[in-house]
């Protein structure tokens, strides 16, 4: 309204003055007058005396003044000159504000005649107001996501001048970012415009001045700095300073040991750069064994590493901001591995026990020897004492074999302690021992042994059955069976008759028995294989002589085989009557079977009819005349003998010999009486008749033998068996001798004796006792008759036949 109603008035000035020019001199008249604003007082504007041709005297008197509707006059007119000046200051801002014209009424009047003159005095705007923004300082945050084109309105600045003195430009300062938005209206705001994407990581704060300039002369300008903050947008993700780390670790790096520090950074700021660590397991059993800092990234160990479990890890690294951005790293640890087992040995196989035959170079054992540890510290060596009968051979990878390296025996080591130690390469090296207890097998290869080759006894005669002789050991150094000795005698003979019925043996002890008593006279000594056998499989068998001596007991008395017993025979001595003193009348013979001293007689005249004629010879029992014999001596002389053994006590016999002093046998007829006295002659004369011819016929025999032998020289001992085939009666041994080495002579003994030079002779045949002729039965029997002597008392002559085999 203002504005319709301000140009209505211009226009209407425009008339009205038009009117006036042509009317000249209206009374009514509008002066117009125009003044910059902010002109000086007193400034003359214009002179209104002149222009409305008025006597400038005239005017104090007819009262000329200029009233201004308002509080400030602004003008006044110089009542001296008519002119009309600037009072008081004149702000066309303050009076006018935008309004293009401002123009100031005025009303100059005159009185007497009254005139009313309107003034209209146009102020004119000059430049005196720079552009002013409504703030000093604008903050803008941009996020720095905000894409190109954006556009962030900034209110314009004011500048209270119109017209060109108003805002005409604006100019923002030199940078990489914003532009003004050349195409943004006049109104209210200015545009600036995101020309290229910010990056608060790179430049977080930009720092703007935007200046209006107006268009006055000298123009004015005001600015304002506008502070653009890029607000942050979690575009970063952390960043690893690697993509993988390594890491070498020793396993047995304690629990708490850092392992490797891990950082990645990102730019964002704030939470969206706040990063926090974890590990993406790649497997459950890391699970424990590692564990992060969330905040700083540092990788510790958790728990006991172990390099043979394991010998390193991989794990995936996770840094995750607070804007949930994340980014991953891998982390290589490896484990370094430390000497900390020791190798381990295992029996793999065993041979045991090992037979003792075991061939040299067999394999006995194998070993597996493991070290769990890498690389040198797992390397293995592993030996055993050189001193045993083994040898250690590495094999295959980790197997080694036990080989025999000597023979063995088991007799002499019956048991291996292989003590078998293995090292490892590490520093320091770890070693580990196991024995092996090897046994070794017996094989049954000894066979016993007698303490001596041969073992003599000694036992004396008429010993107890079941007595024992001696013992015999054998040693057998094999186990058990193998080494267990049984004796046995070798079956072997003894004069025809198994051994076993003399000696026996405990199978056990080896202790050797008397199965019987024995007899010296029969045998005096006896040899027998003695057998050890161990219990083996096959058994192993030696052998030893066992020497049986028997020794003689007194246990014969002597016995006189001429003269004959009292009441056997009738002997009776012829002594010649010339006979000299020392001459030899006869001889007592008598035998003891026992041996030695127990057989070593002495003959004594117990009794004599005149002591003084006869001597006995003590030990060759001859009977001499110890003095001329005289005519008074008596015819018949009686001498009573005993013959004594050396015995232990003595063993005696006792014999009669009856002597007859005289030249003829006739010539003693009592003789007969004395001989023949309870006889009958009957039973004489058929004796002596079948005697007669019995020793006829055997002497016949005799003779047509010995004629064979001369013959046939070589069967000696065929004629011989043949001879004794007649006299069955058993005969004791005479005069045999144990020989120096104690053996028993192994002759045949046959001797007759026959006295020499006496009528009376008996023919007496005595056989030995010969091992050979043992009755097959094997016992050895006396003959029930004790009487052992075949005498021929009518033979007439002496034979001695003496065979030596
Ligand atoms: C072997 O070791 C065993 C057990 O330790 C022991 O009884 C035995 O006497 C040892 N043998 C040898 C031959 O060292
Ligand atoms: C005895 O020796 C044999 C081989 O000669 C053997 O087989 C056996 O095992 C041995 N007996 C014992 C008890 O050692
Ligand atoms: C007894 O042993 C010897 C050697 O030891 C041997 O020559 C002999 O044949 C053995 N005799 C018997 C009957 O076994």
Known sequence: MPNTLGRFTFRWRIWAAILYSLLVRVAVADLRYSVPEETKTKHIIGSLSKDL????????????????????????????????????????????????SCLLQFEFILENPLELHNVVLEVQDINDNAPVFPKDSIKLEISETAPTGSKFQISRARDVDIGRNSVQNYFLSQNKHFDLDARSSKDRYVDIVLKSNLDRETEGEHSLVLTAVDGGNPPRSGS??????????????????????????????????????????????????????????????????????????????????????????EMEIQAEDGGGQTSHCKVMIEIVDVNDNAPVITVKSLMNPIPENIALGSEVAVL????????????????????????????????????????????????????ITATDAGTPPLLSTATLNIQVGDINDNPPVFDEQSYSAYVAENNKAGTSICSVTARDPDWRQNGTVLYSLLPSEVNGVPVSSFLSINADTGVIHAVRSFDYEQFRSLKVQVVSRDNGSPPLSSNATVSVFITDENDNSPQILYPAPEGKSLMTEMVPKAALS??????????????????????????????????MGVHSGEIRVQRDISESDSMKQNLVISVRDNGQPPLSATCSVYLLISDNLAEVPELKDMTYEEKSSKLTSYLIIALVSVSTFFLTFIIL???????????PRLLFDGAVAIPSAYLPPNYAEVEGAGTLRSSYNYDAYLTTGS????????????????????TL?????????ITFSDAGEALEVSSLD
């Open 53 to 100: 041709n008025l006597d400038p005297k005239s005017l104090r008197s007819r009262k000329a003044r200029l009233d201004y509707q308002g509080d400030k006059r602004y003008c006044g007119v110089d009542l001296d000159s008519g002119h009309i000046f600037v009072l008081e200051r004149i702000d066309r801002e303050a009076l006018c504000g935008t309004t293009p």
């Open 224 to 313: 304002v700095v506008i502070l653009v903050l890029v607000q942050d947008v979690n575009d970063n993700a952390p960043v690893f300073s690697q993509s993988v780390y390594r890491a070498q670790l020793m396993e047995n790096a304690l629990p708490g040991t850092s392992v490797i520090h891990i950082t990645a950074t990102d730019v964002d700021e704030g939470a969206n750069g706040q990063i926090t660590y974890y590990i993406n397991h790649l497997s459950e059993s890391t699970k424990d064994l590692f564990q992060i800092d969330e905040n700083s990234g540092e990788i510790e160990v958790n728990s006991q590493l172990d390099h043979e479990r394991a010998s390193s890890y």
């Open 368 to 419: 597996n020897v493991k070290d769990q540890d890498s690389g040198k510290n797992s390397r293995v060596s592993c030996s055993i004492p050189t001193n045993l009968s083994f040898k250690l051979q590495p094999s295959i990878k980790n197997y080694f074999t036990l080989t025999t390296a000597t023979f063995l025996d088991r007799e002499k080591v019956a048991e291996y302690n292989v003590t």
């Open 582 to 615: 020392g001459s030899l009348v006869s001889k007592v013979i008598a035998v003891d079977a026992d041996s030695g001293q127990n057989a070593w007689l002495s003959y004594r005249i117990v009794k004599s009819t005149d002591p003084g004629l006869f001597s």
């Open 705 to 715: 033998i010995l004629a064979v032998r001369f013959c046939r020289r070589r069967k």
């Open 759 to 778: 009528h009376t002779s008996d023919f007496k045949f005595i056989r030995s006792y010969n091992d050979s002729t043992l009755p097959a039965g094997g």
């Open 781 to 789: 029997r006396k003959s029930p008759d004790d009487s052992n002597i």
